[in-house]
């Protein structure tokens, strides 16, 4: 791993320079579809894998949304390199309704509490030679009303276990204080770039991983994270193939919220948090073999520390390099040293498939929470502390040449194995979820996760029917979302009556520009059943229910460009 971290760092830069600069916010609305899209159909983005996002700005496929059709974008010279340039960036404002619960995930840094909420975000680009700067703040206001939370009616075995996972990660029911009004730097950066080497500082969301809808590590729907980064600036031709490759060295912070709504529960359970902030330092590796021009797998692999215990020296700040395997970590003949160092480990694997002829891209993601004790253990048990994610797209053209019908769905599944529990019941209430550990809290940023965003130990699966045209998009989306199963499972034996809590929900979707401004709006009708684990009075074993919830959830995204 060292040798790979030399070679990314001194062998890029006598590879050709790219030729537009700017980047695409990692999860940016309407316009990152759309550069997706464009991959499958052969007009733009052909030698990315979008498994390592922000990317860069391709001009060409941008400037074929935004001209009209009078207009002529092939009479630009895209050939041109740009050596200085200046140029203000399109304005995103976001909005969020919700009626009466939380719903929905993403939007970088807002919330979506109960209420209205909303953020604008300005930008601007600046290049000097070598020399990038990006500035695109945030600036948000929440409502986060209060709302219909975790019930004090349990018992104190259910509420000690509910307050577990809260106390092994940062997801506080609602936000409070500072959290309603804030200003943060949001999608901006500066950096250095030598070749296809770039380098510098961040507040910028990154994603890693191949998926549309959200990812298991890193993904737009926390707080951007203050890092430090060095990466290929776009996919580098190493030979034998397309390398992307990034390592960050970042600051996560707690929220500091008290974890549930009641002000009794949180005294007598919550454990608060220490003040200090989480160390971060990840790897992700993407490769598209020269032999398999559609293919691209790589893996992703991120430490977590709160800093009073990161040792000074190499594997203390970059951990990444460290064994996979737990035996190699032992001393003494046992792990007990090595866990005081309080550190968590997340890792995947994925692959994204891609076919131009086809239109058409298969991709899946396999995580690990914990290190295998050895290969052979990692054989024989691939379940343990495991999550993974599945999806798929496919465009199929209609009459109308310029439309499509697109069809694309995904299934994340965070809720632990059976074999967490079977083979390891000494953990007892160690046993965590997944983005949750007993040492280090969540994997969040200000109270919200950086990876994937439907709550910890949820799954949910998602479809997504609509018909296209360049950027405009009418059509209907399904989402089922499974919450928090790790909960519900570990007090089945006192809710037997019950039904888990799973959440239906239906809404319509609908793109559009008019002139410089792009429209993006989404529209759910969300059916809960059994919500918070209420329960049905009238319930039994042989007649399970529960309590039963409907929200209205709209969300309208404005995009307006000077161009």
């Given at each position: 791993?060292?040798?790979?971290?030399?070679?990314?760092?001194?062998?890029?830069?006598?590879?050709?320079?790219?030729?537009w600069?700017?980047t695409?916010?990692?999860?940016?609305?309407?316009w990152?579809e759309?550069?997706r899209r464009?991959q499958l159909?052969?007009?733009?983005?052909?030698?990315?894998?979008f498994?390592?996002?922000?990317l860069?700005?391709?001009?060409?496929?941008?400037?074929?949304?935004?001209?009209?059709s009078?207009?002529n974008?092939s009479?630009?010279?895209?050939?041109?390199?740009?050596?200085?340039s200046?140029?203000i960036?399109?304005?995103?404002?976001?909005?969020?309704y919700n009626?009466?619960?939380?719903?929905?995930?993403?939007?970088?840094?807002?919330?979506?509490?109960?209420?209205f909420?909303?953020?604008?975000?300005?930008?601007?680009?600046?290049?000097?030679h070598?020399l990038e700067v990006?500035?695109r703040?945030?600036?948000?206001?929440?409502q986060?009303?209060?709302?219909?939370?975790?019930?004090?009616?349990?018992?104190?075995?259910s509420?000690f276990a509910?307050?577990r996972?809260?106390?092994?990660?940062?997801?506080?029911?609602?936000f409070?204080?500072n959290?309603?009004?804030?200003?943060a730097?949001?999608?901006?950066?500066?950096s250095?770039?030598?070749?296809?080497?770039e380098?510098?500082?961040?507040?910028?969301?990154?994603?890693w991983g191949?998926?549309?809808?959200?990812?298991l590590?890193f993904s737009?729907?926390a707080r951007?994270m203050?890092?430090?980064?060095?990466?290929?600036?776009s996919?580098?031709?190493?030979?034998?193939?397309?390398?992307?490759?990034q390592?960050i060295?970042g600051?996560?912070?707690?929220s500091?919220?008290?974890?549930?709504?009641n002000?009794?529960?949180?005294?007598?359970?919550?454990?608060?948090f220490t003040?200090d902030w989480?160390?971060?330092?990840g790897?992700?590796?993407?490769?598209q073999?020269?032999?398999?021009k559609?293919?691209?797998?790589?893996?992703?692999?991120?430490?977590?520390?709160?800093?009073?215990?990161?040792?000074?020296?190499?594997?203390?700040r970059v951990?990444?390099?460290q064994?996979f395997?737990?035996?190699r970590?032992?001393q003494?003949?046992?792990?007990?040293?090595?866990?005081q160092?309080?550190?968590d480990q997340?890792?995947?694997?994925?692959?994204r498939?891609?076919?131009v002829k086809?239109k058409?891209?298969?991709?899946?993601?396999f995580?690990?929470?914990?290190?295998?004790?050895?290969?052979r253990?990692?054989?024989l048990?691939?379940?343990?502390?495991?999550a993974?994610l599945?999806?798929?797209q496919k465009?199929?053209?209609?009459p109308?040449?310029?439309?499509f019908?697109?069809l694309?769905?995904?299934m994340?599944?965070?809720?632990?194995?059976v074999?967490?529990?079977?083979?390891?019941p000494?953990?007892g209430?160690?046993?965590?979820s997944?983005?949750?550990?007993y040492?280090?809290r969540?994997?969040?940023?200000?109270?919200?996760s950086?990876?994937?965003?439907?709550g910890v130990?949820?799954?949910?699966?998602?479809?997504?029917?609509?018909?296209i045209?360049?950027?405009s998009?009418?059509?209907?989306?399904f989402?089922?979302?499974e919450?928090?199963?790790?909960?519900?499972?570990?007090?089945?034996?006192?809710?037997?009556?019950?039904?888990?809590?799973?959440?239906?929900?239906?809404g319509?979707?609908?793109?559009?520009?008019?002139?410089?401004l792009?429209?993006?709006?989404s529209?759910?009708l969300?059916?809960a059943?059994?919500?918070?684990?209420?329960?049905?009075?009238?319930?039994?074993?042989d007649?399970?229910?529960?309590?039963?919830?409907?929200?209205?959830s709209?969300?309208v995204?404005?995009i307006?460009?000077?161009?």
């Amino acid at each position: 791993m060292k040798r790979f971290l030399f070679f990314l760092i001194f062998s890029f830069p006598s590879l050709p320079l790219d030729l537009w600069s700017q980047t695409l916010p990692a999860g940016f609305p309407v316009w990152e579809e759309v550069a997706r899209r464009s991959q499958l159909l052969g007009t733009g983005y052909q030698r990315y894998s979008f498994n390592s996002r922000p990317l860069q700005w391709e001009q060409r496929v941008a400037d074929s949304l935004f001209f009209d059709s009078a207009e002529n974008p092939s009479e630009i010279d895209y050939s041109k390199v740009t050596k200085k340039s200046a140029k203000i960036l399109p304005l995103l404002n976001t909005t969020i309704y919700n009626s009466n619960r939380p719903f929905g995930w993403g939007n970088y840094g807002l919330q979506n509490g109960v209420g209205f909420q909303t953020m604008i975000s300005p930008g601007a680009f600046f290049k000097f030679h070598f020399l990038e700067v990006q500035l695109r703040p945030e600036f948000g206001f929440s409502q986060n009303k209060e709302y219909e939370g975790f019930s004090n009616q349990f018992s104190d075995n259910s509420i000690f276990a509910r307050f577990r996972y809260w106390n092994f990660g940062d997801n506080p029911e609602r936000f409070t204080g500072n959290f309603n009004q804030f200003a943060a730097w949001g999608q901006s950066y500066i950096s250095l770039t030598f070749g296809k080497v770039e380098m510098g500082f961040s507040t910028a969301n990154i994603w890693w991983g191949p998926g549309q809808f959200t990812s298991l590590i890193f993904s737009d729907n926390a707080r951007g994270m203050k890092h430090f980064f060095v990466k290929t600036k776009s996919p580098a031709n190493i030979g034998i193939g397309l390398l992307e490759a990034q390592m960050i060295f970042g600051r996560a912070e707690d929220s500091g919220l008290n974890a549930s709504q009641n002000s009794q529960l949180n005294a007598q359970y919550f454990r608060p948090f220490t003040g200090d902030w989480r160390y971060t330092n990840g790897i992700s590796v993407s490769f598209q073999p020269a032999f398999l021009k559609n293919l691209s797998v790589g893996l992703n692999r991120t430490f977590q520390q709160y800093n009073e215990d990161v040792e000074k020296n190499f594997y203390g700040r970059v951990p990444v390099f460290q064994a996979f395997q737990k035996e190699r970590l032992f001393q003494d003949g046992n792990s007990v040293i090595y866990d005081q160092q309080a550190q968590d480990q997340l890792v995947s694997v994925f692959f994204r498939y891609k076919s131009v002829k086809g239109k058409f891209e298969l991709y899946s993601e396999f995580g690990r929470h914990d290190h295998s004790f050895n290969w052979r253990e990692f054989i024989l048990n691939p379940e343990h502390a495991r999550a993974y994610l599945v999806g798929f797209q496919k465009l199929i053209q209609l009459p109308n040449k310029e439309r499509f019908f697109q069809l694309r769905g995904e299934m994340i599944h965070q809720q632990e194995s059976v074999n967490r529990y079977i083979r390891y019941p000494e953990l007892g209430v160690l046993n965590t979820s997944w983005l949750t550990h007993y040492q280090v809290r969540g994997f969040t940023n200000y109270g919200e996760s950086m990876g994937a965003g439907i709550g910890v130990g949820a799954n949910a699966q998602i479809l997504e029917a609509s018909v296209i045209q360049g950027i405009s998009k009418f059509g209907i989306l399904f989402q089922r979302l499974e919450n928090h199963q790790d909960f519900y499972y570990q007090i089945q034996s006192e809710i037997s009556e019950q039904v888990p809590w799973v959440d239906f929900s239906v809404g319509l979707l609908w793109d559009f520009k008019w002139k410089n401004l792009v429209v993006s709006t989404s529209n759910q009708l969300i059916k809960a059943s059994n919500y918070q684990w209420k329960g049905n009075p009238s319930a039994t074993q042989d007649f399970k229910g529960g309590n039963q919830k409907t929200t209205f959830s709209s969300t309208v995204k404005l995009i307006y460009s000077l161009h």
